[in-house]
């Protein structure tokens, strides 16, 4: 573009500026309340959200425990279609995932325990999920999968108060497979990770069983 032309698009779009300075202000200020406003607005809708999530959650575990399961899973579906983002829906999830998984419907127990395990808010809830998935390829006897979720488990959450016993599932999934070598150097982490517990002392009966 020519100088002369940008310059005088410059100064025109300038002047306009100046020429209009207190209504731009205005709108601006309208603009910042509007703003405003929708963010308090949908605070309020996500809180009101979340309050009846939790409700219907409630009353779901209570359907459960009268033994009124059908009463129970709809309403558990209900908080996960309505309000999917919750933290109400994404329990209701970890709760679907055990139910699915104890009458060995699997792929529909995966189907919300890998959603969670991702997605979950608040983000203490994944771990769990993780835990359930283990615990799911662990029942199915599909080693593989469950020394891969393992894995995941105690490299993502080295800190969990479930890291300790996944170690030992972990040792076990790779005896199955028949890996000594995997099996000794879980055992020898967890020995370094966890002296002095339960688990270390496993680990140290396996080591002597396969020979350190």
């Known amino acids: 573009m020519d100088n002369t032309v940008f310059n005088s698009k410059t100064s025109l779009i300038n002047k306009l500026f100046q020429d209009n300075k207190k209504t731009v202000i205005i709108v601006g200020a309208v603009v910042i309340v509007a703003v405003i406003i929708l963010f308090i607005f949908f605070n309020?809708?996500?809180?009101?959200?979340?309050?009846?999530?939790?409700?219907?959650?409630?009353?779901?575990?209570?359907?459960?425990?009268?033994?009124?399961d059908a009463q129970g899973l709809a309403l558990l579906n209900e908080v996960v279609e309505k309000y999917p983002k919750t933290s109400a829906a994404y329990q209701a999830r970890l709760f679907?995932?055990?139910?699915?998984?104890?009458?060995?419907?699997?792929a529909e127990a995966l189907?919300?325990?890998?959603?969670t395990k991702t997605e979950a808010k608040p983000a203490e809830l994944r771990p769990l999920a993780l835990a359930r998935?283990?615990?799911?390829?662990?029942?199915?006897?599909?080693?593989?999968?469950?020394?891969d979720a393992a894995?995941?488990?105690?490299?993502t959450y080295p800190n969990h108060f479930l890291t300790k016993s996944i170690y030992i599932s972990l040792a076990r999934y790779y005896a199955f497979?028949?890996?000594v070598e995997e099996v000794r150097r879980v055992c020898?982490?967890?020995?370094?990770?966890?002296?002095?517990?339960?688990?270390?002392q496993v680990a140290q009966n396996t080591l002597g069983a396969i020979g350190q």
């Open 111 to 115: 189907t919300y325990l890998s959603n």
């Open 188 to 200: 020898n982490e967890i020995l370094s990770k966890f002296p002095a517990t339960e688990e270390a």
């Open 151 to 155: 894995e995941e488990f105690v490299k």
């Open 133 to 147: 998935i283990i615990y799911l390829y662990d029942v199915r006897n599909e080693f593989i999968n469950a020394k």
């Open 44 to 68: 309020q809708r996500s809180a009101k959200f979340n309050d009846i999530a939790s409700d219907n959650l409630s009353e779901a575990y209570t359907s459960f425990a009268m033994g009124n």
């Open 177 to 179: 497979l028949g890996s």
């Open 96 to 106: 679907l995932g055990d139910y699915y998984t104890n009458i060995g419907n699997f």
